[in-house]
């Protein structure tokens, strides 16, 4: 009877360690906390994209982009360039064979200048200009120191241009004197006349001069050139860059 009860006292015991073992065992496994780690890794993951390299890459890109718009919103700079404006230039001319409309349209094209014609109200005609007749009307006209033909339009706000080429062919050693009516019909005060005649062989001789005594004083007046007929375009352009001026022609 002894040995009985001493053989379930030993295995009442092996069952207690076996329990004992098994608790214990279990209890370890929730201090580790090796699994439950894994939850916060992945809850803390947004953190780390929102701090990510891409996102500074897209901050440093939308701050270089407002740096290269700045300029655009700087207005004081886009007025100044805007407001730049280079004197207006204004190409005058009269021609009544075509001689010199051609010379006067190289020019303005080669300086991007508005472009004016002294038209007649009474057109030449070839009969008019017929030099060997002193009774002609270009003749008389030429010999009359105060006629003044009519001209059928004017120029529109002559006060907006700075330059003024004026050209014009050569009669009997002076401008035709439509040329002065043309000069007595504006005020070209505080502007640069810049004349220019086209003729078979005279110089630009004395009409220039009498031409500049129909302004103001305060005109600056160059000196004027006789343009040949077979004068090109570049020869144009070469002549009035060879003016000085703040112009340029190209």
């Not at 379930?8 to 929730?30: I, K, R």
């Not at 035709?176 to 000069?183: A, E, H, L, S």
Request: some cysteine; overall charge negative.
């Amino acid at each position: 009877m002894k040995k009985f009860e001493k053989m379930m006292s030993t295995v009442c015991m092996a069952g207690l360690l076996f329990c004992f073992t098994a608790c214990g065992s279990s209890g370890g496994n929730q201090n580790t906390g090796g699994q439950p780690e894994t939850p916060k890794a992945t809850i803390s993951a947004p953190e780390e994209t929102d701090k990510s390299p891409d996102s500074e890459a897209v901050e440093q890109t939308t701050d270089q982009d407002a740096e290269i718009m700045e300029p655009v919103d700087t207005g004081e700079e886009i007025g100044e360039e805007t407001n730049k404006e280079a004197g207006k230039v204004l190409v005058a001319y009269f021609s009544a064979t075509g001689t010199t409309k051609a010379l006067a349209e190289y020019a303005a094209d080669a300086l991007g200048a508005d472009l004016y014609e002294i038209v007649p109200e009474e057109p030449y005609t070839d009969e008019d200009l017929n030099y060997s007749d002193r009774n002609t009307r270009a003749t008389v006209e030429q010999n009359d120191k105060n006629a003044r033909p009519a001209i059928t339009s004017s120029v529109e706000n002559m006060e907006q241009y700075e330059i003024v080429f004026l050209g014009y062919p050569i009669w009997w050693g002076e401008a035709p004197r439509i040329v002065d009516t043309f000069m007595e019909s504006y005020e070209f005060g505080g502007k640069t006349i810049v004349p220019f005649c086209t003729s078979g062989s005279s110089g630009i001789g004395s009409s220039a001069t009498n031409l500049h005594g129909l302004c103001t004083d305060d005109v600056t007046w160059l000196d004027g050139v006789r343009l040949g007929s077979s004068s090109s375009r570049e020869d144009i352009a070469e002549w009035i860059n060879s003016l000085g001026l703040d112009v340029e022609a190209e």
